[in-house]
């Protein structure tokens, strides 16, 4: 059974900023891509940033380029997501999601909200 454990959500002034990991524990092996994903209250869930084997990356959000920086630790099978300088318009529920050959895992979400 693989789960993934979120952590770093929560409430924030304008300006300031979060750290969001995302543990994945149980029996995986050869994690190809791990990635954040956010919904905001009636939208769609959109990809925030990805990060693949030989650390590539891949901003999917054009707004928050430059403020969120996206990073895996592999001996841990963890990922996080640093953000700064946060929105108002960043808040949203944050999902972290890890992919391989044949497998696709989501995580249960943390909440992030920004005060103006």
């Known amino acids: 059974q693989v789960q993934l454990v979120e952590s770093g959500g929560g409430l924030v002034q304008a300006g300031g900023s979060l750290r969001l990991s995302c543990a994945a524990s149980g029996s995986i092996a050869n994690i190809n891509v791990m990635g954040w994903y956010r919904q905001a209250p009636g939208k769609q869930r959109e990809l925030v940033a990805r990060?693949?084997?030989?650390?590539?990356?891949?901003y999917g959000a054009g707004s928050v380029k430059g403020r969120f920086t996206i990073s895996r630790d592999n001996a841990k099978n963890t990922v996080f997501l640093q953000m700064d300088s946060l929105k108002p318009e960043d808040t949203a529920v944050y999902f972290c999601?890890?992919?391989?050959?044949?497998?696709?895992?989501w995580g249960q979400g943390t909440q992030v909200t920004v005060s103006s």
């Open positions: 990060i693949s084997v030989g650390d590539f990356v891949y």
């Open positions: 999601n890890i992919g391989g050959s044949g497998y696709d895992y």
